[in-house]
């Protein structure tokens, strides 16, 4: 089993910044990607940014070059730098974690609120 849990949300004005964290506990000899993923009101959720344990990193064109995500394998802690909020960024964000053995399965944490106001 592995355990999330996500801080760091809050409420910016547009233009600001914030720094989400995502600390992971429990078995995680397995878990190789960790990433963030946000669900706005009435829509689905998606991918914001993933990084592999040996620092591959992945981002949604929307986040593209104002978010940056890193991963501290010593702490077993992934963090989502987000500058230049946009309200459109306005959303629950998710820690993911991904287990490949002995099948892959979807950890997720419990969801921290971001608001970006206008």
């Known amino acids: 089993q592995v355990q999330l849990v996500e801080s760091g949300g809050g409420l910016v004005q547009a233009g600001g910044s914030l720094r989400l964290s995502c600390a992971a506990s429990?078995?995680?000899?397995?878990?190789?990607?960790m990433g963030w993923y946000r669900q706005a009101p009435g829509k689905q959720r998606e991918l914001v940014a993933t990084?592999?344990?040996?620092?591959?990193?992945n981002y949604a064109d929307s986040v593209k070059g104002r978010f940056t995500i890193s991963r501290d394998n010593a702490k077993n802690t992934v963090y989502l730098q987000m500058n230049s909020l946009k309200p459109e960024d306005t959303a629950v964000y998710y820690c993911?974690?991904?287990?490949?053995?002995?099948?892959?399965?979807?950890?997720w944490g419990q969801g921290t609120q971001v608001t970006v106001s206008s």
């Open positions: 429990g078995t995680l000899f397995s878990i190789n990607v």
């Open positions: 990084i592999t344990r040996s620092g591959w990193k």
């Open positions: 993911n974690a991904v287990s490949d053995y002995p099948v892959r399965y979807n950890y």
